[in-house]
């Protein structure tokens, strides 16, 4: 079974903070990604990462960024943290095959910025 | 600007009646598309896919029905069961690349 882990179920953080939010894959995958979800807007990629070092920008990158340094983990920043950062956010893992791509879910990590 | 729409927030039906959760798009190069099924204070977990060149996938009581002319699939649970009760989401990608797009969600809520 694939695994993908979120360091933190609930985080309180005070506005002005830098937060750190951490992936881990536990099945080789090469991809990995970074949603928030909100109500009425569904899941909104943030950025995603090909490959160890490497990264894209998603729809929403404003005020995020990450570090890929080794490939089981993908970590998100918030080098700021401000109250519109305050959502559920995912993390997901796919292989790199050009066969049928399902992603892996972690459970979430639930930011609250006060 | 969403390309992939669930235009019913949410959905409420009986036990051992039939689900039809629908999803829309607008890119005419999505050539997969999956459902997922979230339960509060869980990941979402995949549920059901199909590719383009199919119009229908089935694995028991899920079916996905894609009609690619009007841009729309939707996902049927019979019979629906109190367990389905979740948010559904749909999503769409192009099959060589490794970016998804997720509609908004639909919680559905089957009553026993």
């Given at each position: 079974d694939v695994k993908v882990t979120q360091s933190s179920r609930y985080l309180v953080k005070r506005t002005g903070e830098k937060v750190f939010l951490e992936c881990v894959q536990?099945?080789?995958?090469e991809n990995m990604f970074w949603y928030r979800q909100d109500p009425g807007l569904g899941l909104r990629l943030i950025y995603f990462s090909y490959d160890v070092k490497m990264k894209e920008k998603g729809d929403i990158p404003e005020g995020y960024s990450v570090s890929r340094e080794k490939k089981e983990r993908f970590s998100l920043i918030l080098e700021s943290a401000s109250t519109n950062q305050t959502s559920m956010y995912l993390c997901a893992s796919t292989p790199?095959?050009?066969?049928?791509n399902i992603q892996y879910f972690g459970a979430g990590t639930r930011l609250s910025v006060l | 600007d969403q390309q992939v729409k669930q235009n019913s927030p949410s959905l409420s039906v009986q036990e051992g009646r039939i689900s039809i959760l629908n999803c829309d798009y607008t890119?005419?190069?999505?050539d997969y598309f999956l459902w997922y099924k979230k339960y509060p204070a869980e990941g979402p977990t995949f549920l059901i896919s199909i590719s383009s060149i199919k119009d229908k996938n089935e694995d028991g009581r899920f079916t996905v029905f894609l009609n690619k002319s009007a841009k729309h699939l939707s996902l049927h649970i019979?019979?629906?069961?109190?367990?389905?009760?979740a948010v559904y989401f749909c999503a769409a990608s192009l099959?060589?690349?490794n970016k998804f797009y997720f509609g908004s969600g639909t919680k559905l809520n089957v009553k026993p």
């Open positions: 536990d099945m080789d995958h790199r095959t050009l066969a049928k | 890119n005419s190069m999505f019979v019979p629906s069961q109190p367990g389905d009760s099959l060589n690349f």
